[in-house]
C-alpha cells in the first residue's frame, strides 16, 4: 500500500522558510492528489494545500501567500516550501495523500519543526 | 469558508460505555463528504469514516457515523481501551478542506 514519509529541518529561523519533502513509496504519485496539513502543538489540524501530479495546485486562501507546493515525479516526491515563517509556523506537518473527492488517505507519520532563532 | 463545530470538547466514558460525538456545519456540507478521523498522542490521524457513514478499510463494525446536510454524529457503540483517543471530523466537499477543533474521549 502507498506509504508517505517526511523529512527536512527540524528547526528554522523567524523569517526564513520552512522546506520540507514527502516522499511517496509502494505506489504510484499520479493516483492521489498530495497535500499538506499542519497542527500546532497540542493544537487542531489545518489543511495547507494541495498538488496533483500535473503540477496544478490548491492552497488555503489563510496561507496562499506564503506557500509553495512542488512535485518532482521522478523522485515519487512532493515538496512544501513556506516562506516568511515566525513561531506560529511551529507544527507538526504532515504529508497526505486523496483520492479524487475523497478524504486524507494515507497519511505520513508527520514531522515536527519548530521556528526559534 | 465551512466552519466545523464539535461537541462536546472532552467526552469522559468508561470501557464498555456508549460515545456519541457530535459535528455541525456553518453550511451544507455538499455531498454529505464529511470524514472522521481518530488521532492518538504521537500519532497521524488514521481514517474511520468516510462519506458520513463509510467504514474506511480496517475499521471495527463497533464505529458508526451518520448524518447529513449540517448535523453529523459518530458513534461508538462499546468502548474499547483503544478508543480513547482525539476525534476530528472534516469537510471535503468545498475548498479550503476544513477540520473541526476535536473531541477528547477519555477514561473516566
Known amino acids: 500500500q502507498v506509504q508517505l514519509q517526511e523529512s527536512g529541518p527540524g528547526l528554522v529561523k523567524p523569517s526564513e522558510t520552512l522546506s520540507l519533502t514527502c516522499t511517496v513509496s509502494?505506489?504510484?504519485?499520479?493516483?492521489?492528489?498530495w497535500n499538506w496539513i499542519r497542527q500546532p502543538p497540542g493544537k487542531g489540524l489545518e489543511w495547507i494545500g494541495y498538488?496533483?501530479?500535473?503540477?496544478?495546485?490548491n492552497y488555503n486562501p489563510s496561507l496562499k501567500s506564503r506557500v509553495t507546493i512542488s512535485v518532482d515525479t521522478s523522485k515519487n516526491q512532493f515538496s512544501l516550501n513556506l516562506i516568511s515563517v515566525t513561531a506560529a509556523d511551529t507544527a507538526v506537518y504532515y504529508c497526505?495523500?486523496?483520492?479524487?473527492?475523497?478524504?486524507?488517505?494515507?497519511w505520513g507519520q508527520g514531522t515536527l519543526v519548530t521556528v526559534s532563532s | 469558508e465551512i466552519v466545523l463545530t464539535q461537541s462536546p470538547g472532552t467526552l469522559s466514558l468508561s470501557p464498555g460505555e456508549r460515545a456519541t460525538l457530535s459535528c455541525r456545519a456553518s453550511?451544507?456540507?455538499?455531498?454529505?463528504?464529511l470524514a472522521w478521523y481518530q488521532q492518538k498522542p504521537g500519532q497521524a490521524p488514521r481514517l474511520l469514516i468516510y462519506?458520513?457513514?463509510s467504514r474506511a478499510t480496517g475499521i471495527p463494525d463497533r464505529f458508526s457515523g451518520s448524518g447529513s446536510g449540517t448535523d453529523f454524529t459518530l458513534t461508538i457503540s462499546r468502548l474499547e481501551p483503544e478508543d480513547f483517543a482525539v476525534y476530528y471530523c472534516?469537510?471535503?466537499?468545498?475548498?479550503?478542506?476544513?477540520f473541526g477543533q476535536g473531541t477528547k474521549v477519555e477514561i473516566k
Open positions: 497526505a495523500g486523496l483520492a479524487v473527492g475523497g478524504p486524507f488517505d494515507p
Open positions: 509502494g505506489g504510484s504519485i499520479s493516483s492521489y492528489f
Open positions: 498538488i496533483y501530479y500535473s503540477g496544478s495546485t
Open positions: 453550511q451544507s456540507v455538499s455531498s454529505s463528504k
Open positions: 462519506g458520513a457513514s
Open positions: 472534516q469537510q471535503y466537499g468545498s475548498s479550503p478542506r476544513t
